[in-house]
């Protein structure tokens, strides 16, 4: 029964997984987030500021473009045309262009906000932001969500309801309160998502309400609602490049700085380990600059991963924010088998980073479990999303958001 449970978990995250294109490698520290605050959130207010960030290792000035395209609820492209949900171009050049400035390794940082003066959204829903290239091919996409506060979303979350994965996994019940919104059929008009951290790929869909009550929607499931509750996230600061720091063991100069993490062993009982997280999310910063968006360097870093023998049948990825949760040839690690030891590098910007190892098998399943395991007592937080189409509407609303944070029941 253990296995099927944990096939529902993970058919659940690969059928509500968009594909996203994945930046390729000279494209790096992609950034979505609201202007001025110190979260991680793509999901906010309609009417809030946004602003994109990334960096271009090559370099060189290019011209980049981006593209806002307005989504359906399980994004797919919605009916309407552009001019129906912004207000003035609906692609245009990222104007704001800077160079590296005193960094071994050269770069172009490139950002814009939305809205801006050429572009204004005018809809609450899902969007595709892409990000092309002069001949307008894709470089990088990042998913985004605008809301209404039309209805109020009260969330909980406790340990699995489930009792054969009650120190495992999490369960998240919801009600929508609608007095402002009449909603004469809600498993045709209402749609909801469940995220962990924000996270779509483990994203719960295609659930309906289980009672009604006066402008009341209630969503009380005991495993339908449930998902893994994984470890807390690794990480390591290099806020100071030149010098072994938190969580860095080694640091080498070679035509950049490389940095050795010190490795991580993997053992056949896991272990929860409590530590302070932001939940995957990373942070670009320096102590040897003012302007960590220019200033702040580049290093080659150095992963390990100790194992007792080799993981059969699987690959083991490093996941986390960085590669917007992706699996990619740059993040998938290589079997050292002469010291046990699964092996990978690739460029950072200086920060604070969390990161995580995962495997996946030859079917494509993807686990957090196989290496760090599943613990209900790990700090995760969650968002629910609630989507509105009345009857004869052209696109998917968001009417509500409903957040927590659940602390874990030590």
């Known amino acids: 029964m253990k296995k099927i449970f944990l096939s529902f978990f993970i058919?659940?995250?690969l059928s509500n997984n968009f594909a996203q294109q994945t930046a390729p490698n000279y494209i790096k520290s992609i950034q979505l987030r609201p202007l001025g605050d110190t979260v991680f959130n793509h999901i906010v207010p309609l009417g809030k500021t946004l602003e994109l960030s990334f960096d271009d290792l090559e370099g060189d000035q290019k011209d980049y473009y981006y593209k806002l395209e307005l989504m359906t609820h399980d994004w797919k492209k919605s009916n309407l045309i552009a001019n129906q949900y912004i207000e003035g171009f609906q692609s245009n050049i990222i104007f704001n262009v800077e160079n590296s400035f005193n960094t071994f390794q050269n770069y172009t940082h490139y950002s814009v906000q939305f809205p801006n003066q050429n572009t204004r959204i005018t809809k609450s829903g899902n969007y595709l932001l892409s990000v092309l290239d002069e001949v307008e091919d894709v470089i990088f996409t990042r998913r985004f969500t605008l809301y209404e506060n039309t209805v109020t979303v009260g969330v909980s979350v406790s340990r699995s309801r489930d009792t054969k994965n009650m120190n495992e996994a999490q369960t998240v019940n919801f009600l929508?309160?609608?007095?402002?919104?009449?909603?004469?059929?809600?498993?045709?008009?209402?749609?909801?998502?469940?995220?962990?951290?924000?996270?779509?790929?483990?994203?719960?869909t295609d659930i309906q309400p289980q009672f009604f009550r006066p402008n009341q929607l209630i969503y009380n499931y005991t495993r339908k609602t449930n998902f893994w509750g994984g470890n807390e996230y690794l990480f390591f600061d290099n806020k100071i490049i030149r010098n072994a720091s938190i969580n860095v063991a080694k640091v080498e100069r070679k035509e950049i700085f490389h940095n050795y993490l010190y490795p991580y062993k993997?053992?056949?009982?896991?272990s929860y380990t409590y530590n302070p997280d932001i939940n995957g999310q990373f942070l670009v910063r320096?102590?040897?600059?003012?302007?960590p968006k220019t200033e702040a360097d580049y290093a080659m870093m150095h992963f390990a991963l100790e194992v007792e023998d080799g993981i059969p049948n699987k690959e083991v990825y490093l996941y986390g924010g960085f590669n917007n949760f992706s699996l990619s040839k740059e993040n998938k690690?290589?079997?050292?088998?002469?010291?046990?030891?699964?092996?990978?590098?690739?460029?950072?910007k200086q920060g604070f980073y969390n990161y995580t190892f995962v495997t996946k098998d030859d079917n494509g399943f993807i686990s957090e479990a196989d290496i760090r395991g599943n613990f209900s007592k790990t700090e995760n937080d969650y968002t629910v999303i609630v989507y509105y189409k009345a009857f004869g509407a052209l696109f998917d609303r968001v009417i509500g958001v409903g957040t927590i944070k659940f602390e874990g029941e030590r």
């Open 11 to 13: 058919l659940f995250g």
């Open 333 to 348: 690690m290589f079997f050292d088998a002469s010291s046990n030891t699964y092996r990978t590098q690739f460029l950072l």
């Open 286 to 291: 320096t102590v040897e600059a003012s302007s």
């Open 176 to 204: 929508v309160n609608h007095s402002q919104l009449q909603i004469n059929n809600p498993s045709q008009e209402i749609h909801v998502a469940i995220l962990q951290n924000e996270n779509w790929n483990t994203a719960i």
């Open 266 to 270: 993997n053992r056949v009982v896991k």
